[in-house]
C-alpha cells in the first residue's frame, strides 16, 4: 500500500509555542490531504481539507488563525499548531488521498502525538 | 449533517466470527469504508464498499446496504492480534470525497 509519513512522531512543548507537523505522501502525489485529531478513546475528527496550491478547508469550530495549514506541493502538507495550550494536546493524524476521482482509499500517516505542558 | 453509529464494545474469544455493525445517515453519501486501529496507532484501511453487497479480504469481510443505510464488517478467525478499534467511515460525494468516522468500536479478543 501507499505510504504516508509524519514527522514529528512526537513532540513536547511550552505552552504559548508553534510545533509544526510534517505529512508527506512518500510514493504518490496527493492533491489532497486531509488533518485529523483524536483524543484519547474517541474518533478521529476531521480538522481540515488541504489542497495543494490553494487554501484549506476547515471544519466547523476549526481556528485556522491557530493551525495553519500549507500544502506547497504534491507530496507534502504541514500543520502547524500556534501558540499552543494544553488543550492543543492530543494525538494528530494526516491523511492521503491517490489522485483520481473514484479513489477512495486514504492512506493515513502514522500521528504525531503532542503535549503541551 | 452527518452520523455513524456502532456498537462501543464487542468481545469474542480467539476462532470466532464476530459482526460489527453500522448504520449512517448522511447526505450524499459515497461509499463506506473500514478502518483498523490498535492503541497508539494510525489507522489502517481494511475494506470499501460503493455497491451493496458483500467484499471479501482474506479474514475480513464487509457488507454494505445502501437502501437500509447499514453495513456490517465481519471478522472471521479471530486472533488475538485483531483485539484493536474499528471505525466506519462515510465517503461524501464532493470534490475532496471526506471521511467522516464513526466512534469506533473497542474489539477485545480472548484466549
Known amino acids: 500500500g501507499a505510504v504516508v509519513s509524519q514527522h514529528p512522531s512526537r513532540v513536547i512543548c511550552k505552552s504559548g509555542t508553534s510545533v509544526k507537523i510534517e505529512c508527506r505522501s512518500l510514493?504518490?502525489?496527493?492533491?489532497?490531504m486531509f488533518w485529523y485529531r483524536q483524543f484519547p478513546k474517541q474518533s478521529l475528527m476531521l480538522m481540515a481539507t488541504?489542497?495543494?496550491?490553494?487554501?484549506?478547508?476547515?471544519e466547523q469550530g476549526v481556528e485556522k488563525d491557530k493551525f495553519l495549514i500549507n500544502h506547497a506541493s504534491l507530496t507534502l502538507s504541514t500543520l502547524t499548531v500556534t501558540s499552543a495550550h494544553p488543550e492543543d494536546s492530543s494525538f494528530y493524524i494526516c491523511?492521503?488521498?491517490?489522485?483520481?476521482?473514484?479513489?477512495?482509499?486514504?492512506?493515513f500517516g502514522p500521528g504525531t502525538r503532542l503535549l503541551v505542558l | 449533517g452527518q452520523s455513524l453509529e456502532q456498537p462501543s464494545e464487542v468481545t469474542a474469544v480467539e476462532g470466532a466470527i464476530v459482526q460489527i455493525n453500522c448504520t449512517y445517515q448522511?447526505?450524499?453519501?459515497?461509499?463506506l469504508s473500514w478502518y483498523q486501529q490498535h492503541d497508539g496507532g494510525a489507522p489502517t484501511f481494511l475494506s470499501y464498499?460503493?455497491?451493496?453487497g458483500l467484499e471479501e479480504t482474506g479474514r475480513f469481510s464487509s457488507f454494505l446496504s445502501r437502501s437500509d443505510s447499514y453495513g456490517y464488517l465481519l471478522l472471521q478467525e479471530l486472533q488475538m492480534k485483531d483485539s484493536a478499534s474499528y471505525f466506519c467511515a462515510v465517503g461524501l460525494l464532493g470534490s475532496a470525497r471526506q471521511l467522516t468516522f464513526g466512534s469506533g468500536t473497542q474489539l477485545t479478543v480472548l484466549p
Open positions: 491523511s492521503a488521498k491517490r489522485q483520481g476521482p473514484y479513489q477512495e482509499t486514504q492512506y
Open positions: 510514493d504518490f502525489q496527493a492533491t489532497t
Open positions: 448522511t447526505s450524499g453519501f459515497y461509499g
Open positions: 488541504s489542497n495543494e496550491g490553494s487554501k484549506a478547508t476547515y
Open positions: 464498499n460503493a455497491l451493496d
